[in-house]
């Protein structure tokens, strides 16, 4: 069966701090790849996007994913975290037909 | 870029009662839409998707005579809440492919409160 999975259900960070939330999916193909992030009172925006080629993929506001298929992962990352990335983030592998969220990693930032 | 409106943003009524959310591709077509329904602090659950002119696709254990999908155009897809009841109290989101990207577009989700 289908499936993606984020392992960390709940983060904090400091500010300033480096950042790695975990994807990992089980597809028969590998599937276009997502990340998205809501924030508080907001609705969902686009970070980034994996469809082929270089599987390091830049996204907005700082953010990049590493594409790994002999792990099935796609790991968001973040040299320097802000304040403003607390927010809930999700991965989202789209196998063609369908987008299906992962479960979400709700980001706690710190002073 | 492709704007997603969806209405109303937030809703209450009362138990046994039916609501109608509208999703809405503004500046793009859609052919196909999708409805999630998110709980509190809980990831995005992919209820359905809907398909312009013909039936929707429902997920499984979503009840299709109690969540009825409407894609009537090409920009207009509804999802209606009959008889609802406090359990149906959610965050509904709808989204849409932007056609060529590959990307899904988001309305702004509509807050059901069920009394």
């Known amino acids: 069966a289908q499936s993606v999975t984020q392992p960390d259900i709940h983060i904090t960070v400091s500010e300033g701090a480096s950042l790695e939330l975990r994807c990992n999916y089980s597809?028969?193909?590998?599937?276009?790849l997502f990340w998205y992030v809501q924030s508080p009172g907001q609705g969902l925006q686009l970070l980034l996007k994996?469809?082929?080629?270089?599987?390091l993929v830049q996204g907005i506001k700082g953010f990049e994913a590493e594409f790994k298929r002999s792990q099935s992962s796609f790991n968001l990352r973040k040299p320097s975290v802000h304040w403003s990335d607390a927010a809930e983030y999700f991965c989202?592998?789209?196998?063609?037909?369908?987008?299906?969220f992962g479960t979400g990693t709700s980001l706690t930032v710190i002073p | 870029g492709a704007v997603v409106s969806q209405h109303p943003s937030r809703v209450i009524c009362k138990s046994g009662t039916s609501v109608k959310i509208e999703c809405r591709s503004l500046?793009?077509?859609?052919?196909?839409m999708f409805w999630y329904r998110q709980f509190p602090k809980q990831s995005l659950m992919l209820m359905a998707t809907?398909?312009?002119?013909?039936?929707?696709?429902?997920e499984q254990g979503v009840e299709k005579d109690k969540f009825l999908i409407n894609h009537a155009s090409l920009t207009l897809s509804t999802l209606t809440v009959t008889s609802a009841h406090p359990e149906d109290s959610s965050f509904y989101i709808c989204?849409?492919?932007?056609?060529?990207?590959?990307?899904?577009?988001f309305g702004a989700g509509s807050r059901l409160t069920v009394l």
């Open positions: 500046d793009f077509q859609a052919t196909t």
């Open positions: 989202a592998p789209d196998n063609g037909n369908q987008f299906y």
């Open positions: 809907s398909n312009e002119g013909s039936k929707a696709t429902y």
């Open positions: 597809y028969g193909a590998t599937p276009y």
């Open positions: 994996y469809f082929s080629g270089d599987t």
């Open positions: 989204s849409a492919p932007d056609s060529g990207a590959n990307v899904l577009t």
